[in-house]
C-alpha cells in the first residue's frame, strides 16, 4: 500500500512539475493559437511558427509572413501575405488576396474557398464538400439494418461531426504544446502496436481493480480519484498518438510533408471518423473498434511513461 501512495505522490509532481517545462520546449512562444476575436498579422510582420484559429477573423496582411502552417477551425481567413507551410480548414472562409503566396497545400473541409488573380499556390487546392451520412457518399443506393443515427435528424448527426472536430482541434493543440510527447507515443504505436495493445489491456484491468479497491476506503479516496484522472489523461494523448500516426500515413500515401501539428490534426480527424462511424452503425460491437485503439495508445503511453521516455523500437 505505500508503494501505491508513493507511486501516485511522484505522478502528482511529474504533472505539476512537467506540462510547464513541455509547455515550453513545444514552442508556445513560436506558434500562435487564437480562441474567437480578431487576430491581424500587419504588414512586415513575421510569425515564426504556426497559425491555429478557432472561431473569428484571421488577416494577413500584404508583405505579413508566417513561417509555418495554418489551421482555422470556422470563421474567416483573409490572406495577402505569405504562407511556408499548409493551410487546412475546417468549415468557415478563406481568401487568398492577389498578393497572397501559399508554399504548401490549401486542404478545405466543407470551407468557402476564393483566390484572387495573382494568388500563388505552390501545392494543390484540396476541396471537400461538408461531411454527409455515408449513405449519401455512394452513386447507388442500399439499405443496411438499425441506421438509427441517421434518421434521427440532423441534430445526432452534427453532434457526431462536432466530437470529430473537437478531437482533431485537440490533436492540433497537442501537437503544438506537447510535440516531442506525441512523437514518443507515436514512435510505438508504429512500431510496437501489438505489445502496446497487450500492456495497454492489462494496464486497464490492473489500474481498474486498484482505483475500485482505493476508492472503498475514504482515506484512499482522494489517491483513486487522482489515479483515474491520470488514467484518462493517458487515455487521451494515446488517441492523439494513434492519430498522429494516421496522419504521417495519410502523408506518406499522398507524398506530402505536413508539420507535426497538421499531421496530428488531419490523422486525428480521420481516426476518429471511422471508429465513431463503425461504433454508430454496429451499435452492438461497434465499440470494439474504438477501445481496442484507445488500448494501442494507452498502452503506448506506458511504455513511454506518458512519452517521457525513449523506447527502442
Do not use: H
Not at 60 to 89: H, K, M, P, W, Y
Not at 119 to 129: D, H, I, P, S
Not at 170 to 185: D, Q, Y
Request: charge should be neutral; aromatic fraction near 12%.
Amino acid at each position: 500500500m505505500k508503494r501505491i501512495v508513493l507511486f501516485a505522490c511522484l505522478m502528482a509532481v511529474f504533472v505539476a512539475l512537467f506540462i510547464p517545462f513541455a509547455v515550453l520546449a513545444g514552442g508556445v512562444r513560436e506558434s500562435k493559437v487564437v480562441f474567437g476575436g480578431e487576430f491581424i498579422l500587419k504588414e512586415n510582420e513575421v510569425l515564426a511558427g504556426d497559425l491555429v484559429v478557432f472561431g473569428g477573423k484571421a488577416e494577413l496582411r500584404e508583405s505579413s509572413e508566417v513561417q509555418g502552417n495554418i489551421a482555422f477551425f470556422g470563421g474567416e481567413l483573409t490572406c495577402s501575405g505569405s504562407v511556408t507551410g499548409d493551410v487546412v480548414g475546417f468549415g468557415g472562409k478563406i481568401a487568398l488576396q492577389q498578393s497572397a503566396q501559399v508554399g504548401g497545400d490549401v486542404l478545405l473541409y466543407g470551407s468557402t474557398y476564393q483566390q484572387e488573380e495573382g494568388a500563388r499556390v505552390v501545392g494543390q487546392v484540396l476541396q471537400f464538400e461538408s461531411l454527409r451520412p455515408f449513405s449519401a457518399v455512394y452513386p447507388f443506393r442500399f439499405e443496411l439494418p438499425n441506421l438509427d443515427w441517421l434518421t434521427r435528424g440532423w441534430t445526432k448527426w452534427s453532434g457526431f461531426l462536432f466530437r470529430v472536430f473537437a478531437w482533431s482541434a485537440l490533436a492540433i493543440l497537442g501537437g503544438l504544446l506537447f510535440p516531442r510527447v506525441l512523437e514518443r507515443i507515436s514512435n510505438v504505436v508504429r512500431g510496437q502496436a501489438f505489445i502496446a495493445w497487450v500492456v495497454g489491456l492489462v494496464s486497464v484491468v490492473v489500474i481498474s481493480i486498484g482505483i475500485i479497491l482505493l476508492a472503498i476506503t475514504l482515506i484512499l479516496s482522494p489517491i483513486a480519484f487522482l489515479g483515474f484522472i491520470l488514467a484518462v489523461l493517458g487515455w487521451f494523448f494515446g488517441i492523439l498518438a494513434v492519430g498522429l500516426e494516421t496522419g504521417r500515413r495519410l502523408a506518406e500515401a499522398l507524398r506530402q510533408t505536413w508539420s507535426l501539428p497538421i499531421t496530428a490534426g488531419v490523422g486525428t480527424f480521420l481516426l476518429v471518423f471511422v471508429i465513431n462511424g463503425v461504433s454508430a452503425l454496429v451499435p452492438c460491437v461497434g465499440w470494439i473498434v474504438p477501445f481496442s485503439v484507445g488500448l494501442i495508445g494507452f498502452g503506448a503511453v506506458i511504455l513511454t511513461q506518458f512519452g517521457l521516455k525513449e523506447v527502442d523500437i
